[in-house]
């Protein structure tokens, strides 16, 4: 429901009904009913629950702006400390959902999507008006949709307040309208006249004009004694001292030496090489200092001047000092205040004679004023109450500060009253934090602190009830004040004094007037009650502009702070803030305004008003920013609208928890047909080394062909023994019937789960099942070849050895070469032919061991003696019935020669070189009788050969995955062994990972992105193309890409396991395949779920970018990037320009096109790349940050390209070195100086000026031979980096983007590249991984010291410590520094 203005007023109480609390007063009802029915400003004394009103009203109304309502209603207050406040007693009194908001929440920044979702949420938005005032302006919130508009302490709604632009930009333009939709006003005040004068007649006409902004009538009770019976009042009285002023020459002596302090300190300044900006802050702050100092001298005496000195040389830890002062800056004026306190000190006696409390001697020294001791003596009256509680206002901070400290040196003499202050942040110097001032209130309200010291902050706003005597130190200002600072003391008897200096009759008389003010604005209230609102007379400064799409508005006094904050989020540095300038003629009424370079409007030039000017001028500008689109309909800087849209894409969920893929080749639905097709490829291994054991050949069977470049393929595997070459090669498709297939599942299940599990324990439940099969599982066969030219290459009798029996072994074996019964043996599976047990698989359940046998020891029996043993003369049948009470009973039988099994490991890349841990023996002597035979014939080779094959198989699936994600990417084709690189990540521990490929991947999409914004976005700074390139290239939109395409099922990135690895064939939970469509034609399995982090993905796209940039080149890469998603439009057109500009005049352009070995076509480009922000001279239109944008983006992928075609076999991680060690601003500043490129930089900066000087003369003095690493000690200008990016821009635009023509040009300049001989890793890195790899303790701290910056880092490394500190012009060459002096003297020990 939305109700007009008419509405609202002649709404009966029929259809709202009013909602009074049952403890409310009779007076807060009537002002309730009033307020239901017209706008109405409550004018009642502090402490008379005017929030109780506002509070019933909102009650009353709340069925208009509950959810799911899209209205909304706001409580408005004029601090910070209040919304907590005002908020806590909505939540306490009301069912409402209220939302708190003030400025450092970083709601100036809020777009409308984030105002809405507060809006959806919340149903009273308790805020500071400027924010509301923002709000509307910028048109996120509208005033229509606000239903009950409160504003606390509406005598503040005057001149240029937020209260009052709230009123007339928005209230009374809605109301004036044709469809006016306005909310209910309620103001709240205790004095509804904000005013110094004296003359009561005028009183009527200041709330008449407040009304009439507030479209509102005021409300009051007819008498104070209505009141009277609810609210104690105070006793106002005058409290008279005798003003006596310190001795004159003292007074001309301390101010003397603090003056002579203050330009000594200004002179030693300027023997600092340190920025203007700096000296002029501190110039400020010293002023102010003294200033202070010098007030508390006057008024408060030479020991409170002292107070103030101490107290401003010391921090405390209640209250923030110096602000947003840079650390230098404090530590200076510390110094200074500390040298004053010294200066202060002489003055004050010594000895045991002088105390603080002989207050006579001390006031005629000029000690204290007789103000002090009448505050002293007039809170000593007030002994006798046993709880005190008093207030003390005074008006600067700074007595607030000294008075405290002063009392709690002085009271505790006479009794136990604790002090302590309370104050803004008005002057510039110090500021309490909330906390604390919140934290002194509450100890107030519990009586823990009796005296509180405040400015006017606790005038209004914090709720202090228990209070019993108000002490006006300083007389209060105007009328409001003195109101609210009575009003404080709301204890029955309080007591409020009114300190005024005997014979000052002017003050006396204002304070008077005051007191009968109230009455006075009471009187003329009620009598005018009847008189209705007047309209608002039409504001003659009243010229706006609005933004009809969305409503959003800009006025005259609202343009020039969008101004300066459009250009506060132009690119700077720390040479130079953009901001804008005006030269105004007032005698023509003439304006410019020149704004940065890097804006889109360079000048703006307005006839006006000579009082609006400026405003004149600003608010032209802001139309032809908003035209330009540099301002958006919400008429936000462009540069804000792209950081909130960045803000929320790091917002996007993400779930880490991914699946891993499972190539759909060697999975296939089990077949019921009576033969089967399988495609054969041979699986030869071949060692670098000579080994014991030798390979045999293995086949793979799948039921699909595989592609070439797998099914023909070669790669390599490791052990400790060294690499084995393994090849695959295509030899067929055989037709297998059933039961063949399943004898040879049989077989692999059998051998792999002995393998894998080193026990035959899990083998039965492995086999079972093995008939009845339903749905998709692994279906691929590794079958033992036939090393002859047999008809079948598949080696059937190895196979069959699974289906070994005992039954008559002896008709099976008529071709054995032992003839005769001893060739018999007893097994636990019965009678065998030794011929059976030459080779076989067998396992022994007395120690549940799996051996390998290898021959009949017809040589030994059970009685024979233990070989390799030291036993002495043990025979085996005494070992086997000491050691496992076993009585061997065959003991003729000849023993077998077992090994024991094999020890499967990840053959993919063995991690640790060392021998595979066997036991302690490789080859055992086994007595028949305890063995199991698991298979036979089957031979040592052949076993060790399938040791390999989860490996091999691994690498395969891989290759699958590789080339299933390579089929997806239409239009080109790389390697598949490329696409796999691209895909293993570092913690693969593989033989390659994808981290040289993401660096190449990196640099060449950073580059083509750069370039098409530069091409695209014409008219856009660097500030602006920046924040959109990182949009399109971060982790966050990379790994969306990425996963919108199911990149992350294809990713590997955990390290191979054998024991995890799934046997072919075998029916298991664990092994459930579940199927994933990527496209209609094209599926993939998910063989189960792992923890993948964002980044992974990104990076994934990345190296897949490098690999189709190594193998395809840039039209390759640029296809896969357009498949993915990032959209690259990479046709380049010349850049319109404007006229041309005498560029010889400017620079010295041949010889920089010598330098360059480059002659320009368009001369204004290598002006523009030399001209720095801060030259603003009307002939040179643009600065250098756009060209060094894209300068930028082109030199890092030249040289990483460079770097990677350069060195083909780098491994994984140095290429990322390398070029992190090549492409920084630090190695590019190096060249600009050896270049002399310094002397013709275009700027405007003193100190850029002084920091080149000082860079160039250390650069001049210092050994350091190559431009690139971390070798330099010298902190360059970042300036001068940039220069050398910015060339390399121009060049590639005026090239007509040839990038072999920019890499020609300053190749030269770079120098001698960067090898893998001669990279050297940063020293923090370097030091950080040292220190992880040795797990060593490593400490650091960091701050300033007299202009430089320190840094000391500490490594506790073997009991013994390691530390340096370092100073620098900055911090990060101080980090530099001391990690490298920290990590030499820590390898010197490590070395020793």
């Known amino acids: 429901m939305t109700m007009s203005a008419d509405d609202m007023e002649t709404e009966s109480a029929d259809q709202v009904s009013a909602s009074p609390l049952p403890f409310a007063r009779s007076y807060q009802v009537e002002a309730l009913e009033k307020a239901m029915k017209q706008n109405t400003i409550v004018y009642l004394e502090t402490g008379s629950g005017k929030t109780l009103i506002a509070i019933m009203l909102l009650r009353s109304y709340a069925y208009l702006f509950r959810k799911p309502s899209p209205c909304f209603s706001v409580f408005l207050v004029p601090q910070v400390v209040l919304v907590t406040q005002q908020a806590e007693a909505l939540k306490r009194h009301t069912d409402l959902k209220v939302g708190m908001y003030w400025g450092s929440m970083g709601v100036d920044f809020w777009d409308a999507s984030t105002w809405k979702q507060e809006v959806d949420k919340y149903e009273v938005l308790v805020m500071t008006p400027a924010i509301l005032l923002n709000a509307l302006r910028h048109s996120f919130l509208t005033l229509n949709m606000i239903k009950v508009l409160i504003f606390d302490e509406c005598h503040h709604a005057r001149g240029n307040h937020a209260y009052a632009c709230i009123l007339k930009e928005f209230y009374h333009k809605e109301l004036n309208s044709a469809t006016s939709f306005v909310p209910r006003i309620f103001g ?81 300044l300027a023997t600092l090489d340190l920025k203007s900006s700096t000296v002029n802050c501190i110039k400020k702050r010293l002023s102010k200092i003294c200033s202070s100092i010098t007030y508390c001298l006057d008024e408060l005496g030479i020991f409170m001047a002292l107070k103030a000195a101490q107290l401003f040389s010391t921090s405390q830890n209640d209250f923030v000092l110096w602000g947003q002062l840079e650390k230098f ?225 800009v006025t005259l006094s609202s343009s020039v702070s969008l101004i300066y904050f459009y250009c506060s989020r132009l690119p700077s540095d720390e040479y130079f803030k953009p901001a804008p300038r005006f030269d105004i003629d007032e005698d023509q009424g003439i304006c410019t305004l020149y704004l940065p370079k890097s804006c889109q409007v360079k000048e703006v030039r307005v006839q006006a008003n000579r009082n609006v000017l400026k405003q004149a001028a600003c608010l032209e500008a802001c139309i032809q920013l908003y035209k330009a689109g540099a301002l958006t309909d919400n008429l936000v800087p462009d540069m804000v609208l792209k950081e909130t849209v960045q803000q929320k894409l790091g917002k996007i969920h993400y779930d880490t928890e991914q699946p891993s893929y499972f190539p759909p080749e060697l999975v296939s639905q089990f077949s019921a047909l009576s033969q089967t097709t399988y495609h054969f490829y041979s699986i030869r291994m071949k060692s670098d080394s000579p080994r014991n054991l030798h390979f045999n050949d293995i086949l793979l069977g799948t039921r699909v062909e595989l592609e070439t470049d797998i099914g023909n393929t070669c790669f390599r595997l490791e052990d400790h023994r060294g690499t084995i070459a393994v090849t695959l090669s295509y030899v067929g498709a055989f037709n297998l019937t059933q039961d063949e297939v399943l004898l040879c599942r049989r077989f692999q299940i059998t051998l792999f789960r002995v393998l894998l599990d080193q026990t035959v324990e899990n083998l039965v439940a492995a086999l079972d099942g093995l008939h009845l099969r339903d749905g998709v599982a692994l279906d691929y066969l590794l079958v033992p070849s036939t090393h002859e030219q047999k008809a079948s290459l598949i080696d059937w009798e190895v196979i069959g050895s699974v289906n070994l029996t005992s039954h008559k072994p002896w008709e099976r074996h008529v071709d054995c070469s032992a003839k005769d019964a001893s060739c018999i043996v007893h097994t636990k599976d019965g009678l065998f032919c030794t011929c059976v047990l030459q080779n076989a698989l067998v396992y022994t359940p007395h120690n549940g061991y799996v051996y390998c046998t290898r021959g009949v020891l017809s040589n030994l029996n059970a009685n024979s003696i233990l070989t390799k043993r030291k036993s002495g003369d043990e025979t085996y049948m005494e070992y086997y019935e000491k050691r496992h009470e076993i009585r061997l009973n065959f003991v003729d039988e000849p023993l ?205 796209v990345e190296s897949l970018i490098g690999a189709y940039l190594s193998e395809g080149g ?279």
């Open 329 to 553: 800056s404090e530590t200076s004026i510390k110094e200074f205040c500390s040298n004053a306190s010294q200066a202060i000190l002489v003055y004050i006696p010594d000895g045991p004679t002088w105390s603080v409390a002989n207050i006579k001697r001390n006031v005629e020294a000029g000690l204290i004023t007789s103000k002090i001791v009448c505050l002293v003596e007039s809170l000593l009256d007030y002994s006798s109450l046993e709880k005190i509680r008093c207030i003390i206002f005074v008006q600067r901070v700074i007595a607030a500060m000294v008075l405290e400290s002063f009392l709690n040196e002085i009271l505790p003499i006479y009794n136990s009253w604790k002090t302590e202050y309370v104050a803004g942040n008005n002057s510039g110097l110090q500021s309490q934090t909330r906390k604390k001032q919140i934290e002194t209130v509450e100890d107030f309200r519990k009586g823990l602190v009796n005296i509180i010291v405040s400015t006017s902050i606790l005038e209004e706003g914090l709720d202090v009830q228990s209070c019993n005597l108000v002490v006006g130190f300083d007389p209060a200002s105007n009328i409001c004040s003195f109101i609210q600072s009575q009003g404080r003391a709301r204890m029955p008897n309080s007591d409020y004094l009114m300190m005024v200096k005997s014979g000052d009759l002017l003050t006396q008389s204002r304070l008077m007037k005051y007191i009968s003010g109230g009455k006075r604005m009471r009187e003329d209230s009620l009598s005018h009650s009847h008189v209705p609102c007047q309209p608002l007379a039409d504001d003659s400064s009243g010229d706006f502009f609005r933004v009809n799409s969305t409503g959003a508005i």
């Open 896 to 1100: 077998l020669n077992g090994r024991h099994i094999f020890t499967l490991h990840n053959h993919l890349h063995m991690t640790r070189k060392k021998k595979e841990k066997e036991h302690d023996r490789e080859f055992v002597e086994l007595p028949p009788e305890l063995c199991h035979v698991i298979l036979s014939p089957i031979s040592v080779d052949m076993i060790y050969s399938y040791k390999f094959m989860p490996s091999v198989m691994k690498r395969i699936e891989s290759l699958l995955i590789a080339f299933n994600l390579k089929k997806s990417i239409p239009k080109v084709n790389i390697p598949t062994i490329k696409v796999l690189e691209a895909i293993t990540t570092k913690k693969c521990q593989d033989q390659f990972h994808l981290e040289s490929l993401e660096t190449l991947g990196d640099s060449f999409l950073k580059y083509a992105v750069c370039q098409h914004l530069f091409q695209s976005y014409r008219s856009h700074h660097e500030g602006l193309l920046s924040t959109i390139k990182d949009g399109m290239i971060s982790n966050v939109t990379l790994c969306k890409f990425g996963c919108n395409k199911k990149l992350q099922g294809f990713i590997r990135n955990e390290c191979f396991e054998p024991k995890g690895w799934m046997v072919p064939g075998q029916t298991s939970a664990a092994y459930a395949l579940v199927n994933d469509y990527l496209s209609e034609s094209r599926n993939m399995y998910i063989g189960g779920r792992r923890n993948l982090k964002r980044k992974t993905v990104a990076d994934v």
């Open 188 to 268: 709240m005040t205790a004095s509804p006249v904000k005013t110094k004068g004296e003359n009561l007649d005028s009183y009527w006409k200041k709330i008449h004009e407040l009304e009439t902004l507030m479209n509102s009538k005021v409300y009051t009770c007819e008498s104070e004694s209505v009141l009277a019976r609810f609210v104690p009042f105070s006793t106002p009285s005058f409290k008279y001292y005798q003003h006596m002023e310190i001795p004159r020459f003292t007074r001309a002596g301390l101010v003397a030496e603090l003056e002579k302090l203050a330009t000594e300190h200004l002179l030693a």
């Open 1114 to 1392: 840039e039209l390759a890469a640029l296809t896969f990037m357009n498949w993915v998603g990032i959209k690259v439009d990479f046709t380049t057109t010349r850049i319109p320009r404007e006229p041309s500009i005498q560029a010889e005049k400017l620079v010295n352009v041949s010889y920089m096109e010598s330098l360059l070995n480059y002659k320009f076509k368009d001369k204004s480009l290598l002006v523009e790349a030399l001209t720095h922000g801060s030259y603003m001279i009307p002939e040179i239109p643009r600065c250098y940050q756009r060209l060094e944008f894209l300068g930028d983006s082109v030199l890092d992928y030249l040289i990483t390209k460079h770097l990677y075609s350069e060195n083909p076999s780098l491994s994984p991680g140095l290429l990322t070195d390398m070029r992190s060690a090549s492409v920084n601003n630090e190695c590019y500043a190096q060249v600009a100086v050896k270049s002399n490129l310094h002397k013709h930089v275009l700027h405007a900066s003193h100190d850029l000026h002084k920091h080149i000087s000082r860079t160039v003369s250390e650069f001049e003095q210092s050994s350091v031979q190559s431009s690139f690493g971390w070798e330099s000690e010298i902190a360059f200008p970042k300036v001068l980096g940039d220069v050398i990016e910015s060339l390399a821009g121009a060049i590639h635009v005026d090239s007509g983007y040839n990038k072999e023509v920019v890499f020609a040009s300053i190749k030269p300049l770079l120098g001698c590249m960067i090898t893998p001989e001669t990279v050297k890793l940063h020293p923090v890195r370097e030091l950080t991984e040292l220190c992880q790899k040795g797990q060593f303790e490593l400490s650091k701290a960091k701050g300033f010291e007299k202009g430089e910056a320190y840094f000391t880092v500490e490594v506790k490394a073997k009991e013994m410590s390691f530390a340096h500190t370092a100073k620098a012009s900055d911090k990060k060459m101080a980090k530099k520094l001391a990690y490298k002096e920290v990590l030499n003297s820590l390898k010197k020990s490590l070395e020793s």
